[in-house]
């Protein structure tokens, strides 16, 4: 099953909770102000935020024709068109080469298993990679990478256990410049309990990559579990204030996903799903498609 089954299977439950949403709201034959109230209460219960959930409303004002606001077939597909709209207003153009990639993101969502995945994913591409393991705070954690870069058959730069990331980016850099490497892959650590150190380290690498690699096309990308909901907005701002953040991966789209908060990404951080991991093998990732992903929350 590809990104489509996948996709559709993992937001059902989302879907069927707007379909029956949309059934009483229509139900109750509301017109005017108070449909749209009641709208937005939709979007808000849906993991959408107030502020995305109002500008989705006030597009819905804008175009809609008042007399068909009864219509449940015609106000779906403008919603869709509206959603598609929003996701599509922050997409990016995809990278030039050189370029490094850097993951970043709390524990867990799946940062070491998408170096794995992106690093397949280019090779398949006839790109060279390199990987860096910059989580140097558990030496699980790469060991963990060096598994995944063996299976990709990648190189990877690797340091001791609590060495400093920075340095690990820094020969990571130099080694994909002497090898003329297309794509450098960092993996770095997400323990926000210590946020303050976390930040710091991550804009440290951030400058590292500025300074040694200012001709490489640099795309900074937050992870984010696909099953969190609103809780993703918080991680994103506080990610985005610390390095501003140029797109987003979505993972464990093969699970029970949560879809609105992603509309409240790109409205209001301007943030696009550039991949969406769909399973714990190197070969589930693909390119996230708007469309498709309206289609099956709605
Ligand atoms: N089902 C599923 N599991 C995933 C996906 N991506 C990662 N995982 C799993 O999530 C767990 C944490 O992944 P890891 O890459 O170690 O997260 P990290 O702490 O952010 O580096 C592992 O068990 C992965 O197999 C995905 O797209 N789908
Ligand atoms: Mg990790």
Redesign the pocket.
Known sequence: MGFFGKIFGALKKTKDNISEKLRVLFSKNKLGDEFYEELEELLISSDVSVSTAEEVVSRVKAKAIEGRLSDQEYVTSLLRGILTDILEESEVEAPSYPCVIMLV??????????VGKLAHYFLSQRKTVTVAAA?TFRAA?SE?LSIWAERAKVRIVKHEEGSDPSAVVFDAISSAKAKGTDVLII?TA?RLHVKDNLMNELRKMERVVNREFPEADFLKLL?LDATTGQNALNQARVFDEAIELDGLVL?????TAKGGFVFSLSSELSLPVIYA????KME?LEFFNSKTFVEAIL
């Open positions: 993101g709390v524990n867990g969502v799946g940062k070491t298993t998408t989580d954690a963990q993996d997400g992870v993972t464990k789209l093969d699970g991991g769909t399973g714990e589930d």
